[in-house]
């Protein structure tokens, strides 16, 4: 974890970090399947575009399991069940349950990775969790639903998989494609969720809309993507989820 490393993942929290309030704004105007899925399958687009040229590299035949199951855990299961679950629990309750994936990233890393479980991560891990509860203690007052909770829970299981998954498999494929097709993979699923349970004509095209969903294209989903999966495959996964910690801060 060099200079390189840090600026890396602080780039990463910076731009999830802001998402959150630029996705608030923006979901006035927009449901919010079609929004998520729309971002991923345009950001998913966007990266293959530029990077093109490098199309060898796909290897798709060797590859193609690895971003079927990266787009389902990371993109298609996480944002899906994340933005049924919010409709359901308050907010604040709601991220608490979702950033619960650190620590199950801890552990699926320590039996699946091997990655080292000390005392010391233990307790970061805890401490980081118990601080994502009283940030968001204020959001906890609603109603609170037990699918909604059950959504949460597998929001965050889909994610800590797909992260151990990620770095299981980083070194067989490459970094930018895999992000490629999970978004493409992953939007496409979540477009196709959106668009039966959805009204395509309740989507105002105003700035605000079209604001969010071009930082959530470029930024939110490719560029941050690339960061994370770059970060977990130099990287213990464990150290990773738990920088995340600072993201509901």
């Known amino acids: ?20 309030p630029i ?23 966007l990266l293959g575009a530029v990077i093109w040229k490098t199309r060898a ?10 971003y079927v199951v990266t787009g389902t855990l990371n993109i298609a299961l996480f944002y ?28 699926l890393a320590w039996l699946w990775l091997g990655e080292s479980m000390t005392l010391t991560k233990v307790l970061g891990l805890l401490l980081g969790f118990l601080g994502v509860i009283s940030v968001s203690a204020e959001g906890f007052s609603g109603h609170v639903s037990i699918l ?17 998954y990620t770095k299981k498999n980083a070194h067989s494929v490459d970094s930018l494609w895999m992000v490629a097709f999970q978004c493409l993979i992953g939007g496409c699923i979540l477009m196709i969720a959106g668009l039966s349970s959805e009204k395509w004509t309740s ?45 509901p801060m």
């Open 148 to 164: 909604g909770i059950i959504f949460g829970l597998l929001s965050a299981l889909s994610w800590a998989l797909g992260t151990v």
């Open 23 to 45: 996705y608030k704004l923006a979901l006035v105007f927009t449901p919010p399947l079609l929004f998520a899925g729309m971002r991923c399958l345009f950001g998913g687009v």
């Open 57 to 66: 590299r796909i290897q798709w035949r060797k590859n193609w399991k690895i």
């Open 203 to 247: 989507i105002v095209w105003n700035d605000t809309f079209l604001w969010g969903l071009s930082f959530g294209t470029i930024l939110g989903i490719a560029i941050s993507w690339i960061l994370y999966v770059i970060l977990v495959k130099t990287g213990d996964a464990s150290v990773v989820a738990t920088f995340t910690f600072l993201v």
């Open 80 to 107: 899906g069940l994340q933005t049924e679950g919010l409709k359901l629990v308050p907010s604040g309750l709601f991220s608490v349950i979702v950033y619960f994936q650190p620590i199950l990233v801890g552990l």
């Open 1 to 20: 974890m060099n200079g390189k490393w840090f600026l890396m993942m602080a780039g990463l929290i910076i731009i999830w970090s802001v998402s959150w």
